[in-house]
């Protein structure tokens, strides 16, 4: 899939750059798979902001994604590929041989027409889903369980995949998207293939009013603010931030910081932290 560009009639397209959608084959999705999605605008259950920045966009249905593949042993037919509103990734829509409809992540090169399934058994193809311990060595995957039969959690984005670098004992290595080297179980799925749309990277939105159809509000300077209001605020004219480095609202490092717990029981499975 590759991008399409404006003729620049106006000032907003002359950046502007959107997805051609040569992949898609299907427009219209599965009714018995969508669900209503609610927009909650950054709010908690007390209706007290607890995410800024957020509010708005167009309104979109979600398409229930099977993350665990249960269906094990049995092949399952690709109806069309299509467009979700909730991710990077396109996905495919899948037909089993006793008539469940049921979506998938589409991976590069999936088409209409397709076989895949989840088995023990299965060819090394996109789309299929194994256990790890079942996948050779070398194999690109995504969509990867942390637990087993809980429901991939890795490597879920458009364009991304991991690469399954060795098996040792009852545990497998990853190396990641990000670099990092990951101990996983070994029983835990994963899906055979890099996940498709990988040019969703080079997508311009070129305007003010495409980010706020994703649902994103403006976001102000801490330099333009007050002291009270931001550590960056004050000054006269146009001031530099006033610390060792730039700061979040509420004073902590902005850029480099890491807030992962140090006592993280994940810890013990993560063999090289990433770049």
Known sequence: MGTKKFRPITPSL??????????????TPEKSLLTVKKEKAGRNAQGKITVRHQGGGNRQKYRIIDFKRNKVDMEATVVGIEYDPNRSANIALIKYEDG???????????????????????????????????IPVGTLVHNIEINPNQGAKLVRVAGQSAQLMAKEGKYAHLRLPSGEMRLVLANCKATIGVIGNEEHENIKLGKAGKTRHLGKRPEVRGSAMNPVDHPHGGGEGKAPVGHAGPMTPWGKPALGYKTRAKHKKSNRLITKRRK
């Open 14 to 27: 002359r950046n502007m750059s959107v997805s051609d959608f040569s992949e898609i084959t299907k427009k």
């Open 100 to 134: 469940t409809m049921s979506y998938i992540l589409a991976p590069k090169g999936l088409k209409d027409g397709d076989k895949v399934m989840a088995s023990e058994k299965a060819d090394i193809k996109p789309g299929n889903c194994m256990k790890l311990e079942n």
